[in-house]
Structure formats: C-alpha cells, structure tokens
Nanobody
Framework: QVQLVESGGGLVQPGGSLRLSCAAS????????MGWFRQAPGKQRELVAT???????NYADSVKGRFTISRDNARGTVYLQMSSLKPEDSAVYFC?????????WGQGTQVTVSS
C-alpha cells in the first residue's frame, strides 16, 4: 500500500511558475512509475506527465517545454516544475503512483492561474 500527499499548489499569475511536490509513504519500494494528472471543472482528468523508475519521462503535448517532472527516489517524492503558466493550466493536480499491486492517488492540490 502506498499513500501520496501533494503540496505546492496555489494562485499564480499568467507566465508565473509553481513547483508541486508529491510525497509517497508506505511500500515505496513497490513503486514503478509516478505521474501527475489534472482535472479542471467540467472536464475529464487528464495525464500531465509521468516518470518511470528508469528515468523515462512523458508529457502531454499541452505542457511540453513548460513543465518538468522529476523524482527523488531516496525521498520517495515526485515533483512537477511548472513554468510559463497559462489560465488553461488551472485545475486540481493529482499525483499517481503505479505499483505491482495496483495504483494509488493523492488527494489533489489546486492550481489557479489568474491575474
């Protein structure tokens, strides 16, 4: 069992930056891939970025070149550095971890991009 807790969300102006963190606890040795998803009001949850335990990253086209996912396996933490933020990036951001036993989700953190 893996538990995930996100932090770092907030209100930022367009063009600004934020860094989200997701701390994993429990059986962190079972985690393979970690990733970030987001869900805006009235929209489906969508993939933002993933990072495998081999260091392979994948990004949604809408965030390529602006967002960077990284992991600190020693700390069991995954980060999402977001730059050049746009109003359309506003959403609840969720952390997800895949393990051999299934996957786990965090509770989400709100990101609002507005002037």
């Amino acid at each position: 069992q893996v538990q995930l807790v996100e932090s770092g969300g907030g209100l930022v102006q367009p063009g600004g930056s934020l860094r989200l963190s997701c701390a994993a606890s429990g059986n962190t040795a079972s985690i393979s891939t970690m990733g970030w998803f987001r869900q805006a009001p009235g929209k489906q949850r969508e993939l933002v970025a993933t990072d495998t335990n081999r260091g392979t990253t994948n990004y949604a086209d809408s965030v390529k070149g602006r967002f960077t996912i990284s992991r600190d396996n020693a700390r069991g933490t995954v980060y999402l550095q977001m730059s050049s933020l746009k109003p359309e990036d506003s959403a609840v951001y969720f952390c997800r971890a895949w393990t051999y036993a299934g996957d786990s989700w965090g509770q989400g953190t709100q990101v609002t991009v507005s002037s």
